[in-house]
């Protein structure tokens, strides 16, 4: 298992989706979950960054868990994910504080998340906080985003919720890019065309 945490958590540094020391990748096995270590640098895991905890009970190896580690548990209460991304991209987050959603705008964001939903907006969110919100909103949606803060994401392994992290962000980079096109307009980013 050692070897997916650290493509992944390679792959989410070098493409700048999570900086130095953010960002907790997990994985479910059966009613415990394996979780990236509270503090972890997710460009250089090894065999000690990993923490393995219950999904309902605490134990020993808990308090070194990540610190979204609520987060992690409920959502593999609620939903049927086997696997949780947690990422900072930064276009993603920026647009969190003008956006209400994310309407992906090129092709394979619009064919794989039609719509991604800004969660938070009205409180602010640490560490930890939203398991209830981001794990309900995550039985619809593969990626969630929390305003200020970063995105959740979830698949049946890790590749695949780092892959619906990775489709996010690009597509946050062109509604941004998008968006400074229409320099002196009001327009919303939701409402620009989406063909062509
Ligand atoms: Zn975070």
Do not use: W
């Given at each position: 298992?050692?070897?997916?945490?650290?493509a992944v958590?390679?792959?989410?540094?070098?493409?700048?989706?999570?900086?130095?020391?953010?960002?907790n990748?997990?994985?479910?096995?059966?009613e415990?979950?394996?979780?990236?270590?509270?503090?972890?640098?997710?460009?250089?895991?090894?065999?000690?960054?990993?923490?393995?905890?219950?999904?309902?009970?605490?134990d020993?190896?808990?308090?070194?868990?990540?610190?979204?580690?609520?987060v992690?548990?409920s959502?593999y209460?609620?939903?049927?994910?086997?696997?949780?991304?947690?990422?900072?991209?930064?276009y993603?987050?920026?647009l969190?504080?003008?956006?209400?959603?994310?309407?992906?705008?090129?092709m394979?964001?619009?064919?794989?998340l039609?719509?991604?939903?800004?969660?938070?907006k009205?409180?602010?969110v640490?560490?930890?906080?939203?398991?209830?919100?981001?794990?309900?909103a995550?039985?619809?949606?593969?990626?969630?985003?929390v305003?200020?803060h970063?995105?959740f994401?979830v698949?049946?392994?890790?590749?695949?919720a780092h892959y619906?992290?990775?489709?996010?962000?690009q597509?946050?980079?062109?509604?941004?890019l998008?968006?400074?096109?229409?320099?002196?307009?009001?327009?919303?980013?939701?409402?620009?065309p989406?063909?062509?």
């Amino acid at each position: 298992m050692l070897p997916q945490f650290q493509a992944v958590g390679r792959a989410l540094f070098t493409q700048g989706l999570v900086s130095c020391h953010s960002g907790n990748l997990s994985i479910k096995l059966g009613e415990h979950l394996l979780i990236t270590r509270r503090g972890s640098t997710l460009s250089s895991i090894g065999e000690a960054d990993l923490v393995k905890t219950g999904i309902a009970r605490n134990d020993r190896a808990t308090p070194l868990a990540s610190t979204e580690l609520e987060v992690h548990r409920s959502i593999y209460k609620k939903t049927s994910a086997m696997a949780v991304v947690h990422a900072h991209p930064p276009y993603a987050v920026t647009l969190s504080f003008t956006e209400k959603e994310i309407i992906p705008c090129d092709m394979e964001g619009r064919a794989l998340l039609p719509k991604v939903p800004i969660l938070g907006k009205q409180v602010t969110v640490k560490a930890g906080d939203l398991a209830e919100e981001i794990s309900k909103a995550l039985k619809q949606h593969q990626v969630v985003l929390v305003q200020g803060h970063g995105t959740f994401a979830v698949g049946q392994l890790l590749e695949e919720a780092h892959y619906y992290t990775s489709i996010l962000e690009q597509n946050c980079r062109l509604l941004y890019l998008l968006k400074s096109l229409r320099t002196g307009s009001n327009a919303s980013i939701s409402s620009l065309p989406t063909e062509g």
